[in-house]
C-alpha cells in the first residue's frame, strides 16, 4: 500500500477501505508518513467528505493509535460530557458534581483553552493547589470515592488526533464535519467512560455557525459513538451569546460555585439542567423527567456543592476556597464597559468577547502563554437585555492595565443594538439521540 494512491483515491471523491485508513493512521503516528502527505490527505478529505463507515473507520483508528484508558475499576456506570467549546463554558465544575451527587460516576479528561475559547484544566487550576495531573490509581480512587475527577488529558491519548489536530489548525481544514467529528470521538473512546454527553454548540463563539451544520456533527458523533458501543446523546446549545455573565478562569469557578449553590437561574443553569439530566438518563435508564428532577434536587438540597468541594479536596485544592470565594485572588485593575446607546442589546459576538477576555490575559495567544486566573469579564447585560446610555455593560479585570483600551474597543466592535428586540433565546435548542 502508498500513501500516493490513498491521496489520489480521495482526491477523486472515492470512499477509502478500513485498511487504507488504518494504514494512513498508523504511518503518520509513526512518523512513516509525511505531514506534507497528511494535509495533501486532509485537504481531500475537506473537498470530498467521508462515507459514515469511513468517519468510523478513522475514529477507531485514531481512538487506538494509542492509550485506550481502562475504567473497569470504577465502581458503576462512568459517564463523560463534551463540550465543542465556546466562551463562558463552565459546565463541567457544574455538571459533573450534579452527576456524582446522583450516583454517575464521572471520570473525566479535559483540555486546556486556546484561542477564544475557555478550558476546564485552566479553570480547575485557578483554585489554590488543585492537581490535574493524578497517577491513573489515584485518578480512578478518587472516582470510586467522590464520584468525580476531573484531570488533564495523557499524552499518549489519541495521539494521532493530537498531530492531527495540529496540523490542521495550520493547514486551513479544521472546519470539515468529518475530521471534527472523528477527532472529537477519537478522544472520548479512548478515555474510556460507558456514556458520552456531547455538547455541540451553534453560532458566534461556536465551531459550527448554524444550526443544521451542528445537527450534522451532532448526529455523526451519535453514530459513532452508539456503534462502538457507548451510550451517546448530543445536545445543541446555543454559543450566539457567552453562557452564563463570568469569561475567565477564577471567575467562572466562581460563578459555577454561585450556580451549585443554587443562586442563579439563567442560561447556563438551564443548559448544566440538561446535560445532567441527559447524563443521569444513561446512567439510571430512567426517563428524562425523573432524571431532572433528581440533578434539580441535588443543586436545592447542597449535595451537588458537596461534590465539588470532595473533588477539589481529592484532588489537593484548598475547598476553603469554595466555601468562600472572596479568597479567590483579584484582579489588580477594573474598568467598566458603559453603554452609548438607548434600546436592546440585539447580538453579542461570542467570539470577539472571548478574545476580548484573552488580550485582559484570560486566554493564551500560544500554547506557551502562561494565564492570568483572575483576569476575565463580567456580563451585566446580555443578548435581548434593555439598556441606555450610561449603563454597564460589562466590567473588564486585569493586572494589565494597558490592556483595556484594546479589550474594551473588541468588546464594543461585539455589540449590536436594536430599538426593538422580539427574537426568542433557546439555551438548549435541541438533543439528538
Ligand atoms: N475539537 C476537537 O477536539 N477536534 C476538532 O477537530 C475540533 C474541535
Not at 471523491?13 to 486532509?42: N, P, R
Not at 475537506?46 to 475504567?71: C, K, P, Q, R, Y
Not at 434600546?343 to 478574545?355: L, R, W
Not at 490592556?403 to 474594551?408: L, N, P, R, T
Amino acid at each position: 500500500m502508498r500513501i500516493y494512491d490513498i491521496i489520489q483515491k480521495k482526491k477523486y471523491g472515492e470512499a477509502l477501505t478500513k485498511e487504507e485508513i488504518e494504514f494512513f493512521v498508523d504511518g503518520f503516528t509513526k512518523e512513516k508518513i509525511h505531514d506534507y502527505q497528511a494535509s495533501a490527505l486532509m485537504m481531500a478529505i475537506w473537498f470530498n467528505g467521508m462515507t459514515d463507515e469511513e468517519i468510523t473507520d478513522l475514529t477507531l483508528a485514531m481512538a487506538h493509535s494509542g492509550d485506550m484508558v481502562d475504567l473497569s475499576d470504577v465502581e458503576g456506570f462512568t459517564v463523560d460530557k463534551h463540550s465543542t467549546g465556546g466562551v463562558g463554558d463552565k459546565t463541567t465544575l457544574i455538571v459533573a458534581p450534579i452527576v456524582a451527587a446522583c450516583g454517575g460516576k464521572v471520570a473525566k479528561m479535559s483540555g486546556r483553552g486556546l484561542g477564544h475559547t475557555g478550558g476546564t484544566i485552566d479553570k480547575l487550576e485557578s483554585i489554590s493547589g488543585f492537581d490535574t495531573a493524578l497517577s491513573k490509581e489515584d485518578f480512578i480512587k478518587a472516582v470510586n470515592d467522590c464520584g468525580l475527577c476531573v484531570v488533564g488529558q495523557t499524552g499518549n491519548l489519541a495521539p494521532a488526533d493530537k498531530k492531527l489536530y495540529a496540523l490542521r489548525d495550520v493547514t486551513a481544514t479544521v472546519d470539515s464535519i468529518p475530521l471534527i467529528a472523528s477527532s472529537i470521538m477519537s478522544k472520548k473512546l479512548a478515555a474510556g467512560s460507558q456514556g458520552i454527553v456531547l455538547d455541540v454548540k451553534t453560532g458566534s463563539g461556536a465551531f459550527m455557525k448554524t444550526v443544521e451544520a451542528s445537527t450534522e456533527l451532532a448526529q455523526k458523533m451519535v453514530s459513532i459513538g452508539n456503534s462502538a458501543g457507548r451510550k451517546t446523546v448530543a445536545l445543541i446549545t446555543d454559543m450566539d451569546v457567552p453562557l452564563g455573565t463570568a469569561i475567565g478562569n477564577s471567575l467562572e469557578v466562581k460563578e459555577a460555585i454561585n450556580v451549585l449553590c443554587g443562586k442563579q437561574k439563567d442560561d447556563l443553569f438551564e443548559v448544566c439542567i440538561a446535560l445532567a439530566s441527559n447524563m443521569l438518563c444513561l446512567v439510571h435508564s430512567k426517563g428524562y423527567e425523573e432524571c431532572e428532577k433528581m440533578a434539580l434536587e441535588a443543586v436545592e438540597n447542597g449535595s451537588a456543592l458537596q461534590k465539588l468541594k470532595a473533588m477539589v479536596t481529592a484532588q489537593g485544592g484548598n475547598a476553603e476556597w469554595i466555601d468562600c470565594p472572596e479568597q479567590f485572588p483579584k484582579a489588580e485593575f477594573s474598568y467598566d464597559i458603559v453603554s452609548e446607546n438607548d434600546g436592546y442589546i440585539s447580538f453579542m459576538d461570542a467570539q470577539k468577547i472571548g478574545t476580548s477576555s484573552v488580550i485582559l490575559g484570560a486566554g493564551r495567544e500560544s500554547k506557551e502563554d502562561s494565564i492570568d486566573f483572575s483576569a476575565g469579564i463580567i456580563l451585566h447585560k446580555k443578548t435581548g437585555d434593555r439598556v441606555q446610555t450610561g449603563d454597564v455593560i460589562a466590567t473588564l479585570y486585569s493586572n494589565k492595565k494597558d490592556s483595556f483600551s484594546s479589550a474594551e474597543k473588541l468588546f464594543k466592535n461585539a455589540l449590536e443594538f436594536s430599538t426593538d428586540y422580539t427574537k426568542e433565546h433557546k439555551a438548549v435548542i435541541k438533543v439528538i439521540k
